[in-house]
């Protein structure tokens, strides 16, 4: 039986579940269980919280997680970025009064609190600033320097709202780019469940990200067509049937879906259908 931890609270839970639903895998219908089995997929989903998950991979007790990338590298866990999921998407930033600060030199023998202590010790380490405290607090960090605990944050930031509404600004370059990831044990070689779940999700990433588009071109505007529309490999052409014309069948990214569509029609195409794909296996 796989065994696959689930985030069961925050930004990342409702997501990741909305995901594993869309990949075939039943998910629970209330918050307050925290085992479900999913015989007919041999798995069993553990729903644990965000910051746990790395530590039940890396550990070995759970064969797959689901967390952010954030989370991962502050856990110290024994667990690697397998599959990046593509939501719960932000950035991890240094933020300090405004005017205050403007490098990360600056931090030096200053008071930095965040979440995330390990992440941003290390950040600093390798940059050779030392400030005079890194502080570890459990959340709504924006408000630890008006309240006096600390000179600056390091924090997740995604609109930078909660920023600004504390008096901060971002300085410095991000930390760190974030996103929900896939982890599994690192140096251990992923049983087969997980190169099928791995495969389920990418299945998810394709469908959520293209659109199948057909349309129908004059055979002479044909080889013009296709470089609009060049698809993963090539692109499927059938020919039609009573005139001297070419039916196509691409796989598009899904926001060039206008663009190509305009694009297509000025080259002399017609009958340009677009349908949203539900599932896939590349
Ligand atoms: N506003 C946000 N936008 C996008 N991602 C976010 C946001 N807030 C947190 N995250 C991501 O969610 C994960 C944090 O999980 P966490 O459990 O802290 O969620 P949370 O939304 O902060 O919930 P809570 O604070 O209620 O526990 C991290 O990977 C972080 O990058
Ligand atoms: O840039 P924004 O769009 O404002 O989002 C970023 C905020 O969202 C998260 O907070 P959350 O609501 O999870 O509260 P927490 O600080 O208690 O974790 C994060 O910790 C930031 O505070
Ligand atoms: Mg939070």
Do not use: W
């Not at 932000?90 to 390990?118: C, N, Q």
């Amino acid at each position: 039986m796989l065994r696959i931890a689930v985030p069961n609270k925050g930004s990342l839970s409702e997501p990741a579940s909305e995901m594993l639903r869309e990949a075939g895998y039943r998910q629970r219908r209330s918050t307050r269980e925290l085992v479900l089995a999913d015989p007919g997929n041999g798995c069993e989903f553990f729903f644990l919280r965000p910051r746990d998950v790395a530590v039940y991979v890396g550990a070995g007790t759970v064969h797959a997680g689901i967390t952010g990338r954030d989370l991962l590298l502050d856990s110290g866990a024994n667990a690697v970025e397998h599959l990046a999921l593509g939501f719960a998407r932000s950035t991890f930033r240094f933020a300090a009064p405004v005017g205050t600060m403007r490098e990360v030199g600056d931090i030096s023998g200053r008071r930095v609190a965040s979440s995330y202590t390990t992440l941003v010790a290390d950040h600093l380490a390798k940059q050779g600033v030392e400030p005079a405290e890194v502080v570890h607090l459990d959340g709504a960090v924006e408000s630890s320097v008006g309240l006096g605990v600390a000179d600056l944050i390091a924090d997740v930031v995604e609109t930078g709202s909660t920023l600004r509404a504390a008096g901060l600004e971002v300085f410095g370059e991000p930390i760190l780019t974030s996103e929900a990831v896939l982890i599994r044990q690192a140096d251990a070689v992923a049983p087969p469940g997980v190169r099928t779940l791995t495969r389920r999700l990418e299945g998810v990433l394709t469908a959520r990200s293209y659109v199948l588009m057909d349309y129908v071109v004059p055979n002479e505007l044909l080889e013009q067509a296709v470089q609009v529309t060049p698809g993963f490999e090539s692109p499927t052409v059938s020919p039609q049937h009573h005139r001297d014309a070419s039916a196509v069948r691409v796989m598009v990214p899904r926001e060039d879906t206008n663009r190509v569509m305009d694009a297509l029609h000025d080259i002399g195409a017609r009958a340009i259908i677009v349908t949203s794909i539900h599932a896939s296996r590349m």
